[in-house]
Every structure is written in structure tokens, then in C-alpha cells.
Nanobody, 123 residues
């Protein structure tokens, strides 16, 4: 059974930082694309950042330059370092894994999901 477990969410003031973690277990994620999506109340789930099978990273325009995605293969863990946070970053953040390791910003292309972690940025 594949599991993705997120942690690191919380409440932070605008301009602050948070680091989200996603620990994967149950199988090897080598070759998978792994990354993050988010969903704000009343909105659709949206792409944030993904690392493909070759370790190339992709970012949504709204987070480019502020968020950094990186991976520790030995720990089967991906991290999302979020700096210069804005109130519009408030959402539930979901870790996702795609067996077919190519980049996609379409959430329906992802095979495994974590339970989500809340990020709230106050103004």
C-alpha cells in the first residue's frame, strides 16, 4: 500500500516561511514525478510544483521565485520550501506522485495523494 504523508503546514504571517515535507512509503518512488498541488476554499485544486523523473523541477507562475522543491531520495521524501508567503497562498497543500514520471500540471494525471496539510497566511 502506497502512502504519502505530509507535514509542516501551519499559520504564518505574510512574508514568512514554511517548509512542507512529504514522506513516501510502500514502494520505491524512484522514477516517479512527485510534487505539490493546493486547494483553497471554493476553488479547484491547482498545480504548485513538480519534480519529474530526471529531477527537473517545474513551478506555477504564482510561486516561481518564492517556492523551492527538492527531494531526498534516501529518505523517499520531497520538500517544498515556501518563502515570502502571501495571503493568497492560503490553501490545503497536497503531495502527489505520478508513476509515469513526466511532468504534468493536471491533477488527474497523478496516481497517489497525501491527506493534505493546511497552510494559512495572515495579512
Amino acid at each position: 500500500q502506497v502512502q504519502l504523508v505530509e507535514s509542516g503546514g501551519g499559520l504564518v504571517q505574510a512574508g514568512g516561511s514554511l517548509r512542507l515535507s512529504c514522506a513516501a512509503s510502500g514502494r520505491t518512488f524512484s522514477g516517479h514525478a512527485m510534487g505539490w498541488f493546493r486547494q483553497a476554499p471554493g476553488k479547484e485544486r491547482e498545480f504548485v510544483s513538480v519534480m519529474d523523473w530526471s529531477s527537473r523541477t517545474y513551478y506555477a507562475d504564482s510561486v516561481k521565485g518564492r517556492f523551492t522543491l527538492y527531494r531526498e531520495n534516501a529518505k523517499n521524501t520531497v520538500y517544498l520550501q515556501m518563502n515570502s508567503l502571501k495571503p493568497e497562498d492560503t490553501a490545503v497543500y497536497y503531495c502527489a506522485s505520478r508513476v509515469r514520471g513526466y511532468y504534468s500540471s493536471d491533477s488527474t494525471h497523478y496516481d497517489y495523494w497525501g491527506q493534505g496539510t493546511q497552510v494559512t497566511v495572515s495579512s
